[in-house]
């Protein structure tokens, strides 16, 4: 059974898109899963840290990214979105991690989206603007174990899309205001547009990240939220017992290089920490089915 999930949260910097990127390395290389990212986010970062800038720029050249499958919805007369050009396959910079794949992203997103949000429904013929995404991947995904939607930081179109195929979500903040300020507006939009779509989207939690434990504002927002679950535990998604700490080594993880191993690229401490974050994961993406 392949289990697709996205990665969102309304505030940019929070550590999200590295997130994304280590579990597909740890899901690939610690799980022997077969792993696909798909990146909606225009600001291409989980796209380059794949596959790198010089790559990204040439396949976006080339009109292989994603803004060109939303292109050709927008323009019925077009037909030029390739899924198996577009396709990157074994694109983790560890070079014993053999089995993730990447459908890119493009900076285009962002024009793409003002059009979505202005073009009538009807101008797409029998296909929803929501749907864009899925009915070109539907039958694509069924070879992957794991799917990792990477969502731009807002609750339009193109992050419809990536919610519309997915069967869960996680929301990667940083334990602070402005970090956590919009989850009730996420978990509200996204229970509202699973009901409008008639599929369940269930919230697997809340990843910490950039946790500092020296800092009086991170223990006690990690402390809020987790009695906020327990105060309403249908309106607020539960905290993941792995807190993903703030360190130069996970920033550094992220810069263009090849690594032998995932203890090289994360180092061996933070390694750990994702690795127990991804089992968590993967257990609540199994019982998500029970």
């Not at 560890?94 to 009538?120: A, G, R």
């Not at 939220?225 to 105060?231: E, S, T």
Request: with cysteine.
């Amino acid at each position: 059974m392949t289990h697709i999930f996205s990665t969102i949260n309304l505030k940019g910097g929070v550590g999200k898109t590295t997130i994304t990127v280590a579990l597909a390395d740890m899901f690939s290389g610690e799980f022997n899963k077969k792993v696909l990212v798909i990146d909606l986010d225009p600001q291409t970062n989980a796209t380059v840290m794949l596959i790198g800038e010089d790559r990204w720029k040439e396949l976006n050249n080339d009109g292989h990214t994603l803004a060109q499958l939303f292109k050709d919805a927008l323009e019925s007369s077009r037909n030029k979105f390739d899924f198996d050009q577009t396709l990157q396959k074994g694109v983790s910079n560890v070079s014993s991690v053999k089995t993730i794949d990447l459908l890119p992203s493009s900076l285009e997103l962002i024009d793409i989206q003002e059009k979505l949000l202005k073009t009538d429904p009807g101008e797409y013929g029998t296909i929803r603007p929501i749907d864009i995404l899925w009915r070109a991947v539907k039958d694509k995904v069924k070879q992957y174990d794991v799917v990792i939607v990477d969502c731009p930081p807002n609750l339009g179109k193109i992050t419809q899309n990536g919610l519309r195929m997915s069967e869960a979500f996680i929301i990667p903040t940083i334990p602070d205001i402005l970090s956590t300020y919009g989850i009730p507006q996420i978990i509200s939009r996204v229970r509202g547009f699973s009901e409008e779509i008639a599929n369940p989207i269930k919230p697997l939690g809340i990843v910490i990240s950039k946790y500092q434990a020296i800092s009086n504002v991170h223990r006690n927002m990690v402390t809020q939220l987790k009695q906020k679950h327990d105060g309403e535990p249908d309106n607020w998604p539960a905290v993941f017992d792995t807190q993903i700490r703030q360190a130069n080594q996970i920033s550094a993880a992220a810069e263009i290089t090849q690594f032998s191993t995932l203890k090289q690229k994360w180092g061996g401490s933070f390694q750990e920490d994702f690795l127990q974050l991804t089992r968590e994961i993967w257990e609540k993406l199994e019982n998500n089915h029970d």
